[in-house]
């Protein structure tokens, strides 16, 4: 059974579901990163009693750059939703962001990203170079073996959101040992 290539978006009416969803995983991280970071650093200053004087500044400005972060990011990560397809057959699996179509701030980002780290918004690979593919209760990830944790390339997280998803899911379920399913 040949399956053609075809396209798959994110559904309009779940796109704000995806973006909440990914904003507070993302925040998450956000807020884990600090709390280990303000924590060295009371236990850093605590012996010379600086703490009393630096900690609070500290939390306030990590407060009020998270609370920025939170809001700024529904804009740029429904934007990117809005942006990206989704292909999957028994040949490829990619995920294509049209970046000439985002915002600037995306624009700027991604570019900064891609010089800087070599992070890729765009992602592509065929089946024989999938490594794992795992079904979650939100998404779907497939990793081929040139995954790099740093950067994200070689990653694709299909999400729950997508128009037919379950088409995608039931398609990788048929075809376990082509992407690799794990359980």
Known sequence: MNHPEKAYKISESRIN???????KRNFTMIAIFMSVFLLLMFWFTYSYHVHTVIMLPLLLMFSVIAIGIYI?????LKNIAEETVFYVSEKNV???VATGALNMMNQFANNRQEVRYGAKMSQQFPTHEIESTQIKANEIVIKS????VFTGNGKIIIPKELENY??????????????????
């Open 94 to 96: 990619k995920k294509i």
């Open 145 to 148: 073996f040139d995954y790099n």
């Open 17 to 23: 579901s995806f973006v909440n969803r990914t904003r």
């Open 72 to 76: 700024a990011s529904f804009f740029q």
């Open 166 to 183: 379950l088409s995608v899911k039931e398609f990788i379920l048929v075809h376990p040992k082509k992407f690799k399913l794990i359980s």
